[in-house]
């Protein structure tokens, strides 16, 4: 039991109660290639930081196709003095 999931006194577990849902983020290791016709594993690949947050490319570790894209927006926002 995760003692960050639960708030009271010691001993005392009482379930938070958060409308966000227990998983916040997933990363992917397989996803489907139309190239290879099947699933495949594959490899992050950062394309750019924007201000929401690291855009990264999914690619099919076997074909090196594009298959997905995700924005991770955990990162810290980038402040760019000019």
């Known amino acids: 039991m995760n003692p960050k999931n639960y708030t009271g006194p010691l ?18 290791t397989e996803l489907y290639c139309p190239k290879c016709k099947r699933s495949a594993p594959v490899r992050k690949r950062l394309l750019i930081v924007l201000p929401e947050g690291d855009k990264y490319e999914y690619l099919c570790a076997v074909c090196s196709e594009s298959v997905g894209t995700k924005i991770d927006r955990q990162t810290k926002p980038v402040t760019v003095i000019v």
Do not use: H, I, L, V
């Open 11 to 28: 001993g005392a577990y009482t379930p938070q109660t958060r409308g966000n849902g227990m998983f916040k983020e997933f990363d992917a």
